[in-house]
């Protein structure tokens, strides 16, 4: 099975623009957990999507949202870019509901706003 | 809410030595516990999990980790490093009833020196 792919994987933005990630889970997974990783804050939670839905959300401000298709991929959209926003996103996926399954992680996209 | 603390950001060990990564939680509610290594350039692993049962966990690639509730800890061990084991090192917590949601420790980055 091909793993969990993250598009684009380099991203160079300027201030206050508005930026799209996208997220492919491994075939067969549903639920779809969004990461943000700086040298700063570390691994923070985003959000997490199963079945189209958000069930969870991190502390983050409302600039970042994401959704979940039907075919469970999964976008994260981050508008009016700040300097902070700068990081290793990361996305994964994992087969069932429960937070006992494993989560498969993607390489990630690494966002510089400068 | 769950909070990890890593006791060490780096750990430097000689190849063939043994390894000790310290991890302690906290969260008033039962948690999944996990270990993740995250490689240069390269997206999250799952190394090994605990979800009930044996206390003593292991991986295939010779790590162990052992759950301790009265201290509330998860120590990651190997009792012989590679090179290859050089790599950053996370502990995770996930709240049984919160989906799947990660919360991380600050990271352990274990250099192994020849």
């Known amino acids: 099975k091909a793993g969990v792919t993250q598009t684009p994987r380099y991203l160079i933005k300027t201030r206050g623009q508005q930026v799209t990630l996208s997220c492919s889970p491994i075939s067969g997974h549903r639920s779809v957990s969004w990461y943000q990783q700086t040298p700063g804050q570390g691994l923070q939670f985003l959000f997490e999507y199963f079945s189209e839905t958000q069930r969870n959300k991190g502390n983050f401000p409302g600039r970042f949202s994401g959704r979940q298709f039907s075919n469970s991929r999964s976008e994260m959209n981050v508008s009016t870019l700040e300097l902070g926003d700068s990081a290793l996103y990361l996305c994964a996926s994992s087969s069932l509901a429960g937070n006992e399954e494993t989560q498969y992680f993607g390489p990630g996209t690494r966002l510089l706003v400068l | 809410a769950q909070s990890v603390t890593q006791l060490d950001s780096q750990v430097p060990v000689f190849e063939e030595a043994p390894v000790e990564l310290r991890c302690n939680y906290s969260s008033s509610v039962s948690v999944y516990l996990f270990w993740y290594v995250q490689y240069p350039n390269q997206g999250l692993q799952l190394l090994l999990k605990y979800l009930s049962g044996s206390t003593l966990v292991e991986s295939i690639n010779g790590f162990e980790a052992e759950f301790n509730k009265s201290q509330t800890s998860f120590h990651l061990r190997k009792p012989s490093v590679h090179i290859s084991d050089t790599a950053e090192y996370f502990c995770?917590?996930?709240?049984?009833?919160?989906?799947?949601?990660?919360?991380f420790g600050g990271g352990t980055r274990v250099l192994v020196k020849p």
């Open positions: 995770a917590v996930s709240a049984r009833t919160a989906g799947n949601k990660l919360t």
